[in-house]
């Protein structure tokens, strides 16, 4: 066996196993009735559901997840993707045309792969629960524009991809990264005005009551805010949210349609004014300048990368191509985008914080933490998570934390 190819091997189980180990552990965390703690939460019928809830979810994602690494596996112990780039070579000599066709058939395969999952996950877990608003018909639609959507950017970033490394050798990587990051910028401008509108339908809030209330805040802060949309959200669930996207001119504040049913006027302008925080402390900002830094540094290790034949070999092929190479680094990427994303949660968590804090102190800290508490228990989050898997995985500090961090600021204040 090629020693790259147990790496890889090795790379891809143990990702599956800290995935389990984390699962495991914060599913210990559940007892039979909630932790006194968050027993002003949660009556005992709540904390029962979001245990299943919770529980359901994991013994799916160890099913699919287990399923998706035995395919993987078996993938690359037979040599298959190496198999597969040689074909496509000889069927098409042109470079950019057999690394778009070899992508192409990866991506229907993965996807067909996954569907049965996707159906089962929406229809049957997110339908039990009540938080599936989703038509098959619905659920089709999305499917197609995703792979209208993704046939397309996809497409062009490995097209762009595929002519600047002939084009420019080993220095490929400097630009790609500038096209991508330029691409990075438009998305995140225009998100809300052009990529959202394929999916959902945003309307200005109409006049009223929370308009008022939005805009003597606004006023009083001095945000100028001349988008704020509402999101039918509960077309495909019942779930809640709120988001700030955009900047400049394009800046927007979106609630969801299922927000604004579900919480009174303070606790709409509270989430708002977390939603403006954001902006104010430059925290949309920063992340994109941290994206930007993350992707110009993915690009120049698979530059590096590109330049090693091993892993064609490894794959199964005598040629190394841009697609191997591009395969290969996916694979050993994995625990690098594991460790930044560590690093970006953190960050992530620590902004929450702070525009939990700007709401309070601009506005009402009582009405945050009520909406807070009402988005936890409709959205079955779990209220009392392992340290260890929040480390991981939370982009938002856990419900409790958010809440005496909010108390600390309200008696400083
Ligand atoms: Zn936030």
Redesign the pocket.
């Known amino acids: 066996m090629h020693p790259l190819l147990i790496i890889f091997l090795i790379v891809l189980i143990l990702s599956w196993l800290l995935e389990r180990i984390l699962d495991s552990l914060n599913s210990s965390r559940w007892g039979s009735s909630p932790p006194e703690l968050v027993r002003e939460l949660y009556n005992d019928a709540d904390y029962l559901k979001a245990k299943s809830y919770d529980q359901t979810g994991k013994k799916f994602s160890l099913i699919s997840d287990s399923f998706s690494l035995l395919v993987m596996l078996t993938l690359l112990l037979t040599g298959a993707f190496g198999e597969l780039d040689m074909l496509v070579h000889s069927w098409y000599p042109d470079e950019l045309t057999a690394t778009l066709v070899f992508f192409g058939i990866i991506a229907i395969c993965a996807d067909l792969l996954q569907l049965p999952f996707d159906i089962y996950k929406t229809f049957v877990i997110e339908q039990k629960f009540g938080f599936n608003k989703k038509t098959p018909g619905l659920f089709i639609s999305d499917r197609i524009k995703g792979y209208i959507l993704g046939g397309l950017i996809g497409g062009s970033l490995i097209a762009l991809f595929s002519l600047t490394y002939q084009l420019a050798g080993p220095s490929f990587w400097i630009y790609a990264w500038v096209t991508v990051a330029v691409l990075l910028l438009l998305t995140s401008m225009f998100y809300t005005t052009v990529l959202l509108p394929i999916f959902n339908k945003l309307s200005p809030l109409a006049d009223g009551e929370l308009k008022q209330s939005i805009v003597a805040y606004c006023t009083k802060t001095g945000f100028a805010i001349k988008n704020l949309m509402v999101m039918d959200g509960s077309k495909r669930s019942s779930k809640a949210n709120a988001f700030f996207s955009g900047i400049g001119a394009q800046k927007k504040i979106v609630l969801f349609d299922t927000l604004i049913a579900n919480h009174s006027i303070p606790e709409l302008v509270a989430v708002l004014a ?1 939603e403006t925080g ?1 902006y104010k402390l430059k925290h949309t900002l920063t992340g994109l300048f941290l994206s930007l830094i993350q992707t110009g540094l993915m690009f120049f290790i698979f530059s590096i990368f590109i330049q090693y034949p091993q892993f064609a070999e490894a794959l199964g092929s005598n040629k190394p191509t841009l697609e191997l190479g591009l395969l290969a680094f996916g694979i050993l990427y994995g625990p690098v985008s594991m460790a930044l994303s560590l690093a970006t949660n953190f960050i992530s968590r620590k902004h ?1 914080y702070e ?1 939990d804090a700007y709401a309070t102190k601009t506005y009402n800290g009582a009405a945050l933490q009520e909406a807070l508490k009402k988005l936890s228990v409709s959205n079955l989050s779990n209220p009392d998570p392992h340290p260890a898997y929040v480390f991981f995985y939370y982009s938002h500090p856990p419900l409790l934390h958010r809440l005496r961090a909010i108390e600390k600021v309200i008696q400083t204040a």
């Open positions: 977390h954001h929450e525009a």
